[in-house]
């Protein structure tokens, strides 16, 4: 039996799209004369599709697109996963459904067991989870098919009592299909390796593994569907962030056999390549999803503006991105240079715009109101919100989407101002630390001078009052980020990070500026998540609480 | 048996607070001779803890303050509500836990079973559900104790598939009592009632229910705890947004007495007397648990900051309240004087700062870039931008939080300007519908003129270029709030909503702007919620989507 596992790239809520991708690819399949097609979970609507599940028309027209698909799968048939209504009237309303379509009808149905809902994911809140597991026989095999999830209760400490594949292997199936949508985190590949590599040894079958490639909004899908043999043994690997569709063949004897290349990756990418070819495809779905084209962003002189910069000159090619200079009478010489240098290496749009008339016309609108009160963050914030103003208004005019160059580290301590450089549509480096920004830009530089060397290595400044530097605030960054990983990232409590051998006083500081900061990030743009923990919808916190503050 | 129940209001987090709240009420309880005082869900820590949860340390502490309590229950047993290890290493890690505490110890914990998680609900992020039900005796009388949703499974269309009173009737429980935390919303209170007369009527059991009051940000907790005789019939209802604790005698034959004269609701609150109540605590507890103390506001003469402006009045004192009028070319005469006049009725603070010289300011430093393009969206946002850097500089100096003044259906349909009129700590009125705005400036003058009578009758304008009007771009809003509701709240589709008598064109248009806003609404301020269905945390849509633009 021959199998296409297709990894595409869908969006939420486009129908029209989702659908013609996965006839095209029906059809394709069938010419290379592949037995089944298989695609990943809820691809048909997207995913995620969060509340949009919650509206009976939007469940109707995931319904309409699978009829369109199962018409296709004559001689040919597929996997295709989509939200389905649950017929018993106590649970849930709906399933997180996968089809088996053979001679244009669905022969089978599987429901999805255990549902994630920590992090990022809020499954249980749409679905109810199955509590039958029957295989499917087709063309002599049995096949096990489970929905992601469903295979990630082998791990120690597991979220979940019950395991799916424990009722299936008492069927004796030949083969384990598992359909998948499961998002990008620099350590996450090597993760699902290990899991499903578990599954197939433990229950002696090969295993076949589709997943979501693209992004939606802030979730990236990374692709790099996998294909084990039944002793675990990795056979296969797609290519990671790019659409692809590949053939197998089961043996008889458990193995697995392909007919291309093997795609097998040799040396896996560092963390720091993963997060930016990440970016990019963050970067470039959010424009293409949403229908816009060209960027806009402030530079400063900084790294975060410039690695942001160009990051977006490679996804939206430079021509696309509009740099705009906002000095004030506090930007440095270097700055304005150092911005002007990678505008040239880049060879993306720019502009100039001075603010400190902007600046001084509202200090005497305030000097009533303000009188002789010394300067201080009020008037530092009215420079960042005025160069906030000029990128919006340039984004009304000319329809530019604004593109936020927070980092992490400052996100997390809130060393940002609301309604400043915490605007954006969408924030690119949100979930990378300062320290990784700096690895970033070296990645960056790896061929040729983009980014210029003295934005790297000068020391990081917010420039809003004279001889300004983060480290006036601030520990350094090595220390900051390393102990942010350690409360963001696992959790840990003051008392565990001291003991690790970082200073009580700036510990408990950190904490709590963190804890202080929760008001600011509820209210910035979506971050694109590269890590297992990002701010967002993976880290939902009280606003007004006490704990550590 | 004599069972104090107390309704008090927690504050996440703030450990010292809460235990010595309920320590004080054990006490006073004790004096009044009581056998049992209970203590609403998840009181140790506040609900909703959200990912708190997930530190180690949080729940160590809320285990902590458990053992305080406990040594205070000598001769007088206690109910409370806490997070507490789940000892399974199959499933979630914690529980949600009822302590039964007599004689300084622990002597029965029960596991809730039905974890909301829909809505603003995400118990089944962190909770494992309890499949084991047992009835507690005490003094001779056998209690069958759950928290919250457990009971709410006697519905049509039920959530779960278990009923954990179906297990607990069989054991000959003599009593029910259920801890609570049930969020406001302005037709939550007839429900609730409705579901517990019917479990007391089905089980045959009296019934006492021990809910949350005070707000947490965006939720606001109303009280009203409430307790039913074995036939269904209420016998008393706690006052509704106040702390209150009251005595209950358990009878011999499944009735309910109490000293007191009854506090039982004779002529229940209209949704806008409800929502008016509702909004001054969420502001009250806002500015308090945040540790702040005093308002700021834009104040433009229109009905929507004209009623936030006397709610925060109310709730927070006039004194407490700064008004800032920022009056540009566009603004009228009458808006300015309509301004003036609420500050005068009000009795709040009040500056003037007109800001056409800073948008003068941008302009020019635009006039580059925009050249001779003629005046439109862009120059409009200035506006409101301006305005907020104001009102945000304001905040910065003097320490004021900025309070946000748009509606629900302004929020609905994205006709408000990002970092503009969308700015601000807490949204006071973003889950009020214009419609029920002017109820309620009818309602805040009920006695006296605070809101000036030409503030209401006044056709709605943004004041943003001459001569602009609201249905300018908008449908009359009597028509917009029933098209939205019929959306947000009951998801019909437009078809549906068509059906029901509305243009197609003006359903078809209004849906797209509501989906197009997403990107706006993610970024605008906690709002606080008074109504089934609020944009926020209980309502998660995804940004780069297709469905319905």
Redesign the interface.
């Known amino acids: 039996m021959k199998i296409a596992l297709a990894q595409l790239n869908y969006?939420?809520?486009?129908?029209e799209?989702n659908t013609n991708k996965i006839i095209t690819s029906i059809r394709e399949a069938k010419q290379n004369g592949a037995d089944l097609v298989v695609f990943a979970e809820l691809c048909v609507c997207?995913y995620?599709?969060?509340?949009?599940l919650?509206?009976?028309?939007?469940i109707s027209?995931c319904d309409a697109a699978a009829k369109k698909i199962a018409a296709e799968c004559i001689d040919i048939a597929c996997v295709i996963g989509l939200p389905t209504p649950n017929n018993?009237?106590?649970?849930?309303?709906l399933n997180n459904s996968a089809y088996f379509i053979e001679n244009g009808e669905v022969k089978a149905v599987v429901n999805k067991a255990l549902l994630p809902?920590?992090d990022i994911f809020?499954e249980?809140?749409y679905f109810?989870p199955s509590t039958q597991f029957n295989c499917i026989d087709f063309k002599g095999k049995r096949i096990a098919l489970t929905i992601c999830e469903d295979l990630w209760n082998t791990i120690?400490?597991?979220?979940?009592?019950t395991r799916p594949m424990d009722t299936l292997i008492k069927q004796n199936p030949d083969v384990m299909i598992n359909i998948a949508a499961s998002p990008f985190a620099y350590n996450h590949d090597e993760e699902r390796i290990a899991i499903l590599s578990d599954n197939a040894r433990r229950y002696n079958l090969p295993l076949l593994y589709v997943n979501h490639v693209g992004a939606?909004?802030e979730l990236i899908f990374d692709g790099g569907s996998l294909v084990f043999d039944n002793t675990g043994t990795l056979a296969d690997e797609m290519p990671y962030f790019t659409e692809h569709t590949a053939y197998y063949t089961l043996t008889d004897n458990g193995g697995i056999t392909f007919e291309h290349p093997t795609t097998l990756i040799v040396k896996r990418e560092s963390d720091i390549e993963q997060i930016y070819h990440g970016l990019i495809l963050g970067i470039r779905?959010?424009f293409y999803?949403?229908g816009f084209k060209q960027a806009i962003l402030g530079l400063s002189g900084g790294i975060d503006s410039a690695v942001v910069c160009a990051l977006a000159g490679e996804a939206l090619g430079p021509e696309n991105v509009m740099a705009v200079l906002l000095p004030s009478k506090f930007s440095s010489d270097h700055s304005l240079k150092d911005a002007e240098d990678l505008v040239k290496n880049l060879g993306c749009k720019s502009?100039t715009?001075?603010?400190e008339?902007?600046t001084?016309?509202?200090e005497?609108?305030?000097h009533?109101?303000?009188a002789n009160?010394p300067f201080?963050?009020?008037?530092e914030?009215?420079q960042s919100?005025?160069r906030?103003?000029?990128l919006?208004?340039?984004c009304?005019?000319f329809g530019y989407i604004l593109l936020n160059t927070s980092n992490k580290s400052e996100a997390a301590v809130g060393y940002g101002t609301?309604?400043g450089d915490m605007?954006g549509?969408i924030s690119v480096i949100g979930d990378v630390f300062k320290t990784q920004v700096f690895q970033l830009a070296r990645y960056i530089n790896r061929d040729r001078e983009i980014i210029p060397e003295n934005t790297i290595v000068k020391p990081p400044s917010a420039e809003l009052r004279p001889d300004q530097k983060d480290t006036d605030s601030l520990p350094e960054y090595d220390t900051l980020d390393a102990i942010l990983v350690q409360y963001i990232e696992h959790?840990c409590?003051?008392?565990?990070i001291i003991k690790q051998g970082f200073a009580d006083e700036v510990v408990r500081k950190v904490l709590r500026l963190v804890n202080l900061a929760e008001?600011k990030r509820?209210?910035?743009?979506?971050i694109l998540r590269v890590s297992p923990k990002a701010f967002g919808?993976g880290?939902?916190?009280?606003?007004?609480?006490?704990?550590?503050t």
């Not at 018993?88 to 309303?93: L, R």
């Not at 880290?539 to 550590?548: E, F, T, W």
């Open positions: 969006h939420i809520g486009n129908f799209s997207g995620p599709a969060r509340d949009f919650e509206f009976n028309e939007f027209l018993n009237p106590e649970g849930k309303d809902n920590y809020d249980y809140r109810e120690e400490n597991p979220l979940y009592v939606q909004t779905d959010y999803k949403s502009e715009v001075a603010i008339k902007i001084d016309a509202f005497s609108a305030l009533p109101q303000f009160l201080n963050i009020a008037e914030n009215i919100r005025s906030a103003v000029l919006m208004a340039m009304n005019k609301l309604y605007c549509g959790r409590s003051s008392a565990e008001h509820y209210q910035t743009p979506p919808m880290r939902r916190m009280p606003i007004v609480g006490k704990y550590l």
